[in-house]
């Protein structure tokens, strides 16, 4: 009977050791599949980007471009065929086809200064933030890789921390405006289509753009390479722009438009065969429009 008693109570142990086995799982093991193994850490969603397709105020900052220069008379600025603001019927500004003529001269303000490169752009974006605009628009770059030789092109980190700061300016004052970024025209094509000009060329001499259309017949090989060191230099400074403006989550670059944009030379100055016509600021404004107003930013 001794005997029957020990081995009832080892069987008894024997099932109660099985049944915690099973119970507890494998000791020093990762649990098999589908055991809970705690809460599932799971990526953030992207903020979501917000855009603005009818503005109704816009400022301006940025460049010669922006101030209308040598499209009305001979170096001389013309505010009121700036693509951005101008009240120039016949160019019909980005503030005219977003706000109406009545409202655009009330509504629309042009910091822009002839002359200005990036690192100017941070004190314009500053005065522009005060007017608590709904929009600014930008466009500069084009002095920066317009020197006297291509050594003296701004540096692309500069240009870079420049934009970012002139971004933060904006920011700090006016943390909800829309900021529409237009790309540096490509100033190599300009180069190829103005050259065909007599009147252009001489004119050139005279300085303008030198590290690009100094020597405008001069097709040797210092020459070419002088020229293609400031389209590549055009080309980082967008994508610095590109870049800096993905950053910001009320921030809409051009898509590199204007730099493709194949200005004619009806679309150039007939004084300086450089800076954008009457026609030149319309084209502007015309694919300033499209890209604020297109449900999707430009790829």
Known sequence: MREIRRSRRRAVAGAVAAALAITAGPVGCDAPPGADRGPVKRPKPSPTRVWDRAPGSLAAVGDSITRGFDACSLFADCPEVSWATGTDTAVRSLALRLLGTAAAPRRAWNHARSG????????????????????????????????????????????????????????????????????????????????GNPLGKQIWKLGIC????????????AAQERRALVHDRVVAYNRALRDVCAKDLRCRYDGDAVFDYRFTGEQLSPWDWFHPSRDGQNRLAEIAYRNITAARPPE
Not at 152 to 180: D, G, I, N, W
């Open 116 to 195: 200005a490169r990036m690192a100017d752009l941070p004190a314009q974006m500053t005065a522009a933030a005060d007017r608590r605009p709904e929009l600014v628009t930008v466009m500069v770059g084009a002095n920066d890789a317009c020197r006297d030789t291509p050594a003296q092109m701004t540096p692309v980190a500069e240009f870079t921390e420049s934009f970012t700061a002139a971004m933060r300016s904006l920011r700090r004052t006016a943390p909800k405006t829309h900021v529409y970024v237009s790309s540096v025209p490509d100033l190599k094509r300009l180069w190829s289509t103005g050259r």
């Open 210 to 221: 030198a590290s690009m259309l100094g020597d405008a017949d001069d097709l040797g090989p």
